[in-house]
């Protein structure tokens, strides 16, 4: 993935840059990944621009982010599975994010989003979390799943026993 580029007032291109942050959020002490850029800082009083100094400066579409970030890790503080749990689970046990998406009983491409966005609710991400740590749990849900054919049911059922032990 292409790094994504930001004009300065300098007009000269600058990388996106990212750094951890630790704030509390509704007396949470959380640790989270938050995008910015630098560019020159700018007085909000007279509007001069102090081109020897670059202070963290941010888009819309990364305030955004921040926020996504921010939310997921407060959700994740309280219970919410984590998109890395996730993607760990799945390669472990060779499952696709829409086969697990299913199973669980969520839209086809909600773990895939999970995965690339954060955890979206506290109660879905507390239902997966306890799914993919307890494979018994997990091969009920498969079990009962009437969207999967007997062939991939029976198939994910192996590959949780073989590499559950």
Do not use: W
Not at 84 to 89: A, G, Q, S
Not at 91 to 119: H, M, P, Q
Request: aromatic share 6%; glycine share 4%; with cysteine.
């Amino acid at each position: 993935m292409e790094a994504k580029k930001i004009l300065t007032r300098k007009n000269k291109p600058t990388n996106e840059l990212q750094r951890s942050v630790e704030k509390i959020f509704k007396g949470t002490k959380l640790i989270f990944t938050e995008a910015y850029y630098l560019d020159c800082e700018v007085d909000e009083n007279t509007g001069i621009i102090n081109k020897n100094k670059e202070v963290r400066h941010y888009t819309k579409d990364q305030i955004n982010r921040n926020m996504k970030a921010l939310k997921s890790a407060y959700l994740i503080s309280k219970g919410a599975v984590s998109p890395n749990e996730i993607i760990e689970f799945r390669n472990k046990y060779r499952i696709a994010a829409s086969t697990l998406s299913v199973i669980l009983g969520f839209s086809k491409n909600t773990i895939s989003n999970i995965e690339n966005e954060g955890v979206t609710s506290l109660p879905s991400g507390r239902l997966i979390k306890m799914c993919l740590s307890n494979l018994e749990l997990l091969r009920s849900y498969i079990k009962n799943c009437d969207d999967i054919d007997n062939h991939k049911k029976d198939e994910l059922d192996k590959s949780l026993l073989q590499c559950g032990l």
